[in-house]
């Protein structure tokens, strides 16, 4: 099951074929800060050319005729416990965190509530990374550059079905939450990896 979170909470909930003719849910576009505008936008996408190509490629694969073996969900393979970054933290100290703790990006969460996910490619467009020191150049949240809505997934989702999405969306990434909304976990294309090169092997065709 999907569903996608923003700054007004969660504003799409349903199966892969009902988030693929729904318009408007693309989750990696960018709005403007919180504080300044809660309006998010719904103006549609255009999928990337190395995004079709890969789903091209992910469809054909799944025509051929494959050994069958059991098909994995998210739950089997996210990371747990997850780091979060405030919304109202600053771009810079949010830099900090992410270096801390060795990620690329981490869900954004206000009041307690997912509304983002937060990269640090997205914190790059506002600060100057010099003997790898974060050097703040303009007084920015990460509200103000974090992408919203984000796309999440519960931890039953079939992992086929996100493996393609983040290929169709050019995602790195997704949260993943738990029945009472909290977040349970997360998956990243390097987990993806990890959990088809390890022994026993894992079998994505059901």
Known sequence: ??????????????????LDTTPGLYPARRIAAVARNNEESTSGFQLPLPGKLAR?????????????????SCGRIMHSPVITADAALSV??????????????CPVLQDGQLVGLVSDRDLLTSLVIADGIAHEVLQRQVAD??????????????LRHVTALMLDHA???????????????????TDILRAVSTEPALSLWG
Request: no cysteine; proline share 5%.
């Open 56 to 72: 091209n490629e992910y469809l054909r694969t799944q025509q051929l005729d494959h050994e069958r073996g059991p098909v994995f």
């Open 1 to 18: 099951m999907f569903s996608v979170y923003g700054i007004t909470g969660r504003v799409f909930h349903g199966t892969r074929s009902e």
């Open 92 to 105: 810079q100290d949010a830099w900090q965190l992410l270096h801390a703790h060795g990620i690329h990006q």
């Open 171 to 189: 995602l790195d990434g997704v949260p993943v939450l738990a029945a009472d909304q909290g977040i349970a976990g997360f998956i990243s294309k």
């Open 145 to 158: 550059v974090m992408r919203t809505p984000v796309l999440v997934v519960s931890p039953d989702t079939d």
